[in-house]
C-alpha cells in the first residue's frame, strides 16, 4: 500500500501517494478533475523497481485549492519543487490528459529533469481559437470527467452518475476506490468532487492559450493511444511526430482512461517501455 505524504510550500501543500520500494524514480501524473489514486494499480505493478510518486496536483485531491494559480508554470514549479524534495535530479513521467500538456510544455523548458516521458491522449496539445471559450459552459456539463463536480443531494445520487461515465464503465474495485477518493461532503451537506470550480476554470482558460508543443524533444516518449481515446487521426498525432524526436506509439484497449478500464494491458505497455 502507498503512504501519504504531504510536501509543504510557501503557500500551500502538495500531498502525493508514495511507493517507496524500488529505486528508479517514477512520477504519475494524474489528468483533469481526477487524483492520484487513478495510478494505483499501475504503481502496485512497478513498485518492486521503481521509487513512485504520485501527487494530487494543486485544486485536486488532498492538495491545497487556491482561489488562483493554476497557470502550467505554477504548476511545473510544484513539481520541481517536490522532485527536489525527494533529491530527484531527473525521472521518468507517466502523465494523462491535461497532464499530458503539462508534461509537454516542463519537457520543453527543462529537458534534463527527465528520463522518459509517457504521454497517455493528451488533452487539447494545440493552442485553441478564443472564440472557442464560449463552449466552456457546454463543456463543463458534458466531459465525463467533469460530470462527476456535482453538487449531489446524496453520495448515492453522486455514485449512481459515476457508474455511467466512461472512467467508471465496469465499476470495479479500482474504480471505485479512484471515485471515492475524490469526492468529499460539502459544508452544506451535499457532494461533490475534491477538485474545485476556480481549478477549472483557470486551468482550460490556460489549457486554450499555451502551446503545448513548440520545440524539438530528444527524450524517450511513449505516446499511449486508447483505441476508443481522444487521439484517433492523423492530424492529431501529428505535432507530437513533428516535435517529440525519439517517440514511439503504443495502442492500448480501452478508452480515454485506460489505466482505469483496462489496466493489465496499460501496465503492460508502460513496464515494456520503461524496461525496454
Not at 504503481?43 to 494543486?58: E, K, Q, W
Request: aromatic residues 12%.
Amino acid at each position: 500500500m502507498p503512504v501519504r505524504q504531504t510536501l509543504k510550500l510557501a503557500n500551500l501543500e502538495i500531498s502525493y501517494l508514495e511507493w517507496n520500494r524500488g529505486k528508479q524514480p517514477l512520477m504519475l501524473l494524474h489528468g483533469l478533475a481526477d487524483c492520484a489514486l487513478v495510478w494505483s494499480s499501475l504503481a502496485d505493478s512497478l513498485a518492486l523497481n521503481y521509487h513512485v510518486i504520485a501527487p494530487d496536483l494543486r485544486g485536486h485531491g488532498e492538495s491545497s485549492k487556491p482561489e488562483t494559480g493554476y497557470t502550467f508554470e505554477q504548476a511545473i514549479a510544484d513539481l520541481e519543487a517536490l522532485m527536489d524534495s525527494l533529491g530527484w535530479v531527473d525521472t521518468h513521467v507517466v502523465a494523462h490528459s491535461w497532464s499530458a500538456k503539462l508534461l509537454a510544455i516542463w519537457a520543453t523548458k527543462h529537458p534534463q529533469r527527465f528520463r522518459s516521458l509517457i504521454l497517455v491522449d493528451p488533452f487539447f496539445i494545440s493552442t485553441i481559437p478564443s472564440f472557442f471559450e464560449i463552449t466552456f459552459p457546454i463543456l463543463y456539463r458534458v466531459l465525463p470527467f467533469l460530470q462527476a463536480m456535482g453538487p449531489f443531494s446524496t453520495y448515492e445520487e453522486a455514485e449512481k452518475l459515476a457508474r455511467s461515465l466512461k472512467q467508471y464503465r465496469g465499476w470495479s474495485q479500482l474504480q471505485q476506490q479512484a471515485f471515492q477518493a475524490g469526492m468529499e461532503q460539502k459544508p452544506d451537506g451535499s457532494w461533490g468532487s475534491k477538485f474545485t470550480v476556480a481549478a477549472r476554470d483557470e486551468i482550460f482558460a490556460e489549457v486554450m492559450k499555451v502551446e503545448g508543443l513548440t520545440q524539438p524533444i530528444e527524450i524517450p516518449t511513449l505516446f499511449i493511444k486508447p483505441k476508443q481515446g481522444l487521439n484517433r487521426t492523423q492530424w492529431q498525432l501529428k505535432p507530437y511526430k513533428t516535435y517529440l524526436k525519439n517517440l514511439s506509439i503504443s495502442e492500448v484497449p480501452g478508452n480515454h482512461w485506460p489505466f482505469l478500464v483496462e489496466p493489465d494491458a496499460f501496465n503492460h505497455t508502460v513496464k515494456s517501455f520503461l524496461t525496454s
